[in-house]
């Protein structure tokens, strides 16, 4: 998903607007969270970005949307842009830890 959402609207408040920005992000995530995932790979993994504008955008972790979202709410930003692309991933094994040798 790549899309620059207004956070201004004539009719509504801008507090309903975001709630309704946030409410879009995780039906997307949720979304492509639960389509079958391809051999080999353990879950899906998600490259974002977010700017004020698509030039402006950084790399965000997904657990740093909301933040986002609300910080941009806060500076009363007319807009934002939001990029989520799902990639297949594998989960890296865990390190062995020797617990005797300390």
Same mark, same amino acid.
């Given at each position: 998903?790549?899309?620059?959402?207004? #956070?201004?609207?004539?009719?509504?408040?801008?507090?309903? /607007? /975001?709630?309704?920005?946030k409410?879009?992000?995780?039906?997307?995530?949720?979304?492509?969270?639960?389509?079958?995932?391809?051999?080999?790979?353990? =879950?899906?993994? =998600?490259?974002?970005?977010?700017?004020?504008?698509?030039?402006?955008?950084?790399?965000?972790? /997904? &657990?740093?949307?909301?933040?986002?979202?609300?910080?941009?709410? &806060?500076?009363? #930003?007319?807009?934002?842009? #939001?990029?989520?692309l799902? &990639?297949?991933?594998?989960?890296?094994?865990?390190?062995?830890?020797? =617990?005797?040798?300390?």
């Amino acid at each position: 998903m790549k899309k620059t959402f207004a #956070l201004t609207h004539p009719k509504k408040a801008a507090a309903r /607007v /975001v709630e309704t920005i946030k409410h879009d992000v995780k039906k997307y995530i949720r979304r492509e969270r639960n389509k079958a995932l391809p051999a080999g790979t353990d =879950f899906w993994d =998600f490259d974002c970005k977010f700017g004020h504008t698509e030039q402006e955008a950084k790399v965000i972790h /997904v &657990k740093e949307i909301n933040k986002c979202i609300d910080e941009a709410e &806060k500076l009363e #930003l007319p807009s934002l842009y #939001l990029e989520i692309l799902a &990639k297949p991933a594998t989960r890296a094994p865990r390190p062995e830890f020797d =617990f005797d040798e300390e």
